[in-house]
């Protein structure tokens, strides 16, 4: 698998089986609220979308997400903003 450089060093930092906890803020409406996410790295990836309303086609768009592996066994996919924190666990 080749990883993607990413603008964030704290990323670039991971390899697949650390331990991390993610805080960032979910936002519904004009309500917002801080939660944790707490899971084993799988893998990190630049993913190129398209969630901007009118914007040029050859305009490009990349989030960071981290895919964990949870406690109970399921996978979650985390996507990393600029309200996100993360914090490797030993």
């Known amino acids: 698998m080749t990883l993607i450089p990413t ?3 704290e990323i670039n930092e991971l390899q697949p089986g650390d331990r991390v906890e993610v805080t960032h803020v ?3 409406g004009m309500k ?3 939660t944790q996410t707490v899971g084993t790295v799988e893998r990190f990836e630049r993913r190129r979308h398209g969630l901007h309303y009118r914007r040029n086609l050859d ?3 990349y989030s960071d997400l981290i895919v ?3 406690t109970d066994g399921s996978l979650t996919t985390v996507t990393l903003d ?3 924190s ?3 666990l030993s």
């Open 59 to 61: 305009d490009k768009v």
């Open 68 to 70: 964990l592996k949870l």
């Open 32 to 34: 917002s609220w801080e």
């Open 82 to 84: 600029e309200y996100s």
């Open 86 to 88: 993360l914090r490797k």
């Open 7 to 9: 603008t964030r060093e």
């Open 26 to 28: 979910v936002k519904v």
